[in-house]
């Protein structure tokens, strides 16, 4: 009875285990079409990879947290709060631009000078940090620079470490 259990619960687990990898590996091919058209500076195919919206929602936190941090007085962080989603909104349109994200894309490998990763080696940079999101590290121990979440059936580019980025790639 006891090997009986063993064999099931081993089995569940190899099962699941194949599903988490299954699904890395679905998600390595939009996060590799995404680095493709960073690199080849496809707006079309990049679009089609990007969550503005999450994008920024992100900015505008990042915008008000900083606000929140500094010592301003007077109503002036208010203000800067209050201005926060206007100012998101330009920022968004203006850097969420395959030129904005080069950087990460020749961090993970993607340029012109090398040949591109497989899905595999992308897959396996993947973590979940949610059951519907992963990040992308250029190894198991990297940092995480990129955060996809799936929506529909893609897994689109929902967010970006600027700190993170500043510290590894030297911006």
């Not at 500094?70 to 395959?98: F, T």
């Not at 955060?147 to 893609?154: A, Y």
Request: with cysteine; proline share 4%.
């Amino acid at each position: 009875m006891r090997i009986r259990t063993l064999l099931t619960v081993s089995l569940a687990a190899v099962l699941l285990s194949a599903c988490a990898t299954a699904t890395r590996y679905d998600a390595a091919g939009d996060v590799h079409a995404l680095l493709v058209a960073i690199r080849n500076n496809d707006h079309a195919a990049f679009d089609a990879r990007v969550d503005r919206p999450a994008l920024k929602a992100e900015i505008e936190s990042q915008l008000v947290r900083k606000a929140r941090d500094a010592n301003m007085g007077g109503g002036w962080q208010a203000a800067v709060i209050a201005l926060a989603g206007p100012a998101a909104d330009i920022a968004g349109e203006a850097l969420v631009r395959p030129e904005t994200f080069r950087y990460a894309a020749n961090y993970y490998g993607y340029t012109p000078d090398k040949p591109i990763p497989d899905r595999l080696s992308i897959a396996a940079g993947l973590r979940y940090i949610g059951s519907d999101q992963v990040c992308a590290a250029k190894d198991k121990t990297g940092p995480c620079l990129l955060t996809f979440t799936l929506e529909g059936g893609t897994w689109r580019l929902s967010g970006f470490d600027a700190e993170t980025a500043k510290r590894h790639l030297k911006l």
